[in-house]
């Protein structure tokens, strides 16, 4: 399995509902990340029907969710097995659209990252608040009980990316400044964890233009990209850091 410890810098493209064949021919050819370098990884999701043709050996695979349930009648469901099986190594948990679009509620999000590391898949496990919860001062409490309430109480957290997403940020165009981004990670790592190792990436509106004083910062182990990351006129400067 994939030492995280070990690697300084994680991206992660999340496409959502967006792509094709074609396009992820294209892509292909295009896109200029190079992974010699093992310290910085890169993370595609694409739809799940486009994993297989996105095999390459500069980059490993992720699913954008994935079942709490391991086979059985659940039409429409796609397994961490399955995932496992196609050569997904990550996959997103806990996203912010699957939550509130979807309504997945927080047993739900346990069960999925329990399946995942059952599979020996890494969870990448989004948390954030939304505007309102900002607005009120509630980040950290909203933070602390969505880690709470869907966190395997064992898990090993070598084996797990953190996503934190702020809702109101998430194709806004709106992004927290660096020091609060520094610092919801901060109090994430040292107040809840105790464990300055733990990986967590930052997610919502990163673009070209906005990217690298993030990336840069100690407290920062990685973005989460969705927008920018199917347009490599952006996303292939993000990946150059
Ligand atoms: P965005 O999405 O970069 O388009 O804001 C991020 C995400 O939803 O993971």
Redesign the pocket.
């Known amino acids: 399995m994939l030492e995280l410890e070990k690697i300084k810098k994680i991206i992660i493209a999340?496409w959502?509902l967006h792509g094709s064949i074609e396009f992820t021919q294209e892509y292909l050819k295009k896109l200029s990340f190079v992974g010699s370098d093992k310290e910085k990884i890169l993370v595609i999701c694409p739809p799940s029907t486009l994993i297989q043709y996105l095999k390459s050996e500069n980059f490993y695979l992720g699913g954008q969710d994935c079942s709490n349930y391991s086979s059985g009648a659940y039409t429409g469901e796609i397994s961490s097995e399955l995932l496992k099986d196609i050569g997904c190594t990550f996959c997103?948990v806990g996203?912010?659209?699957r939550r509130s679009i979807f309504k997945e509620d927080f047993k739900t999000i346990l069960q999925k990252i329990e399946k995942l590391i059952e599979n020996k898949i890494i969870p990448i496990f989004?948390i954030g608040e939304n505007l309102q919860q900002r607005k009120e001062n509630l980040t950290y409490e909203i933070i602390k009980d969505q880690i709470n309430k869907s966190l395997p109480s064992k898990i090993d957290l070598e084996k797990i990316v953190f996503?934190y997403?702020p809702v109101w940020?998430?194709?806004?165009g709106l992004v927290p400044s660096i020091e609060q981004i520094a610092e919801t990670h901060n109090f994430i790592k040292k107040n809840i964890f105790n464990n300055t190792k733990i990986k967590i990436v930052y997610?919502?509106?990163?673009k070209a233009s906005n990217y690298k004083n993030i990336i840069d910062s100690d407290f920062v182990d990685g973005l989460?990209?969705?927008?920018?990351?199917i347009n490599l006129d952006e996303f292939n400067k993000i990946i150059k850091f």
């Not at 989460?224 to 990351?229: F, P």
């Open positions: 999340n959502k997103l996203h912010s659209e989004c996503a997403e940020s998430i194709g806004t997610g919502g509106s990163v989460l990209v969705g927008g920018a990351s």
